[in-house]
């Protein structure tokens, strides 16, 4: 078991299994388990700080989307806010198979700490444990004399062989914002397929969710209860066509996106809280 700083990224070992981390954007970019990398990473990725990289495990913070309309506190910030944008630090393992990151306004680009003029300490969290589990947990402190506002949410692309044979399973009969149809309705029981471009928003989500391959369990996402949305997308063609640093056009059809975090509505932290979200993605 190591954890080891290599410059621009850090990898955790255990075993044969893998992590890689990328310190821009603190971005998961491997999850490699008998030999085979579970999130998907476009081939035309930019990882050179200059873009937020097209795949592995975005970190959405503190807005998700881009909010419409001027007035709130992240209405200049870019989509997806400004954690996945930015350089973050290597704090250091508390153990041999954890990695810890952190991020504050000193970090922010000039533009970013302007446009959201808050005191506040994000803690990154990454262990891959003994069954080769992958745990991302983020610490949210408000360390400011006011209270802030954020979305939250882990853009976890994974790999898949297939998406003809890829099912979301465990959504419950729960709010769906779809953002392709600009619809809302109260999702039907039983596992969604994905067969065109699809963009939805699971609200309030009490499942644990999986994704399943030919309706065996491939990935199951365990949560914590302040990770109460689940978004599912995929570009499909058209969108992957206009999407330039998504590589190659066909990989829609070897890739999934389902992203859990709080997106449905804003948190509030008062000064001095904390507040945290984790996943725990398990084969
Ligand atoms: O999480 C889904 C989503 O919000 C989609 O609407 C799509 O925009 C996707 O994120 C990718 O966003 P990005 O800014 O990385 O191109």
């Excluded at 402190?141 to 939250?152: I, V």
């Excluded at 499942?207 to 365990?222: R, S």
Aim: with cysteine.
């Amino acid at each position: 078991m190591t954890v080891k700083d290599e410059g621009r990224t850090v990898t955790i070992q255990v075993g044969s299994s893998s992590v890689q981390i990328l310190k821009y954007g603190a971005n998961v970019l491997s999850w490699v388990v008998n030999g085979r990398d579970h999130l998907w990473v476009s081939e035309k990725a930019i990882t050179d700080g200059t873009k937020a990289v097209r795949g592995g495990i975005p970190l959405v913070f503190p807005v998700f989307g881009k909010t419409t309309g001027q007035g709130h506190a992240t209405s200049q910030l870019p989509q997806h806010g400004f954690a996945r944008t930015s350089e973050w630090e290597f704090l250091g393992s508390p153990d041999e198979q954890t990695a810890q990151f952190g991020l504050g306004p000193e970090n922010l680009s000039k533009e970013a700490a302007e446009a959201w003029p808050y005191n506040f300490t994000l803690i990154y969290t990454v262990r891959l444990t003994n069954d080769s589990s992958l745990e991302t947990e983020l610490s949210v402190e408000n360390t400011d004399k006011k209270p802030f506002e954020f979305n939250q949410l882990f853009h976890t692309y994974f790999k898949v062989q297939n998406i003809a044979h890829v099912e979301v399973d465990g959504l419950q009969a729960v709010n769906v914002t779809d953002k392709i149809e600009c619809t809302g309705y109260i999702k039907k029981p039983g596992p969604i397929s994905i067969h065109e471009e699809t963009d939805r928003v699971y609200r309030d989500e009490p499942g644990t969710v999986a994704i399943t391959v030919d309706k065996k369990p491939y990935v199951t996402i365990e949560r914590s209860s302040e990770v109460c949305d689940v978004v599912v997308w995929n570009p499909w063609n058209d969108k992957a066509q206009d999407l330039t640093d998504f590589y190659p056009k066909d990989a829609y059809k070897q890739m999934i996106c389902v992203e859990v975090g709080s997106v449905g509505k804003f948190t509030e932290l008062a000064p001095g809280k904390k507040w945290n979200a984790k996943q725990t993605l398990k084969l």
